[in-house]
C-alpha cells in the first residue's frame, strides 16, 4: 500500500516536473501556459507549509509524549495536530475556491488540483485515523 502511494505521487510529480521543464507548443512554449493565472507561493501555499510542518511538529511531540508515558500531553500534541490539519483543509478549500484556474484547464490544473487534493485527501485521513 505504502509503495503504491509513493508511486503515485511520483508519477504525478513527474508529470507536473516534466510539463515545467519542457512545456509543449500545445502549452504555448512556457510555463504556466498562457493564460493561467498562477498562485504566489508566498501567500497562501506558504502559511499552509507552515502549517504542515508545525503539525509535524505537534505530532511528534505527542509521540515522545506517548513514549514516556505521559497521557496528558499525548492527547494534547493530538488535539493540536489535528486542529492544525483541519486549519490546512480549510485553507487549501480558500486556495480552490480563488486559484485563478480549474482542473480542466490542462496539465497545469491537473497536475495542480491532483497533487494538492491527493495531499488534501491524506490529511483527512490522517485526522479520521
Known amino acids: 500500500f505504502v509503495v503504491s ?3 503515485m505521487f511520483a508519477s504525478l510529480f513527474w508529470a507536473y516536473l516534466h510539463s515545467a521543464v519542457n512545456p509543449t507548443m500545445d502549452l504555448g512554449m512556457s510555463w504556466p501556459p498562457v493564460g493561467i493565472d498562477v498562485i504566489s ?3 497562501l501555499p ?3 507549509t507552515i502549517i504542515l510542518l508545525a503539525s509535524g511538529v505537534t505530532i511528534t511531540y505527542a509521540h515522545h509524549a506517548l513514549i514516556n508515558g505521559n497521557r496528558t500531553n499525548t492527547l494534547y500534541g493530538f488535539i493540536y495536530s489535528t486542529l492544525l490539519i483541519a486549519l490546512f483543509v480549510m ?3 480558500l486556495e ?3 486559484a485563478g484556474f480549474t482542473i480542466t484547464d490542462g496539465v497545469y ?3 495542480f488540483y491532483s497533487l494538492t ?3 488534501g485527501l491524506h490529511m483527512i ?3 479520521i485515523m
Open 5 to 7: 502511494e509513493m508511486l
Open 41 to 43: 507561493p508566498a501567500e
Open 46 to 48: 506558504l502559511l499552509n
Open 91 to 93: 485553507f487549501q478549500f
Open 96 to 98: 480552490y475556491r480563488y
Open 109 to 111: 490544473g491537473s497536475t
Open 117 to 119: 487534493g491527493l495531499h
Open 125 to 127: 485521513m490522517t485526522t
